[in-house]
């Protein structure tokens, strides 16, 4: 993909969300999942394609879109978006599913030391809320 087109894309994306249209900034944003962008890129699409599908009430299918974007995340080192997805799942009371996510989290193999007490700190959180 040219670079220059990347973030065109992406603003126009935006600028269909803040003008309400959300179905054609998905449209938009499949656009950039499905094209040669670097895995981390697309993924961030797929993030915000889930954000989108939230913002239209639609749940379900933006926790399938945040596991599809996981995925593309682990070919890289991040794990940005597998902690988007877990904060995500305590903002739906998913809370025994946030706390797995989160404790997946603790075992990554590119975990940051100053990650790993926020993570524990989530978890901690999470095992309260379910009581």
């Known amino acids: 993909m040219d670079k220059q087109l990347y973030p065109a894309l992406a603003s126009?994306?935006?600028?269909?969300?803040?003008?309400?249209?959300?179905?054609?900034?998905?449209?938009?944003?499949?656009?950039?999942?499905?094209?040669?962008?670097?895995?981390?890129?697309?993924?961030?699409?797929?993030?915000?394609?889930?954000?989108?599908?939230?913002?239209?009430?639609?749940?379900?299918?933006a926790l399938e879109t945040y596991a599809s974007a996981v995925d593309l995340e682990r070919k890289t080192e991040s794990?940005?978006?597998?902690?988007?997805?877990?904060?995500?799942?305590?903002?739906?009371g998913l809370y025994d599913e946030s706390s797995r996510l989160y404790?997946?989290?603790?075992?990554?193999?590119h975990l940051k030391p100053e990650d790993q007490d926020r993570l524990l700190q989530n978890i901690s959180i999470l095992g309260k809320l379910r009581t």
């Open 12 to 61: 126009r994306a935006s600028a269909l969300v803040e003008a309400g249209d959300r179905p054609a900034a998905i449209e938009v944003l499949e656009q950039l999942v499905h094209s040669d962008l670097p895995d981390f890129d697309r993924a961030m699409m797929c993030m915000n394609i889930a954000i989108v599908q939230d913002q239209m009430g639609d749940t379900g299918k």
């Open 79 to 92: 794990y940005f978006i597998a902690e988007n997805r877990a904060a995500y799942c305590a903002k739906l």
């Open 103 to 109: 404790d997946d989290l603790l075992r990554h193999p």
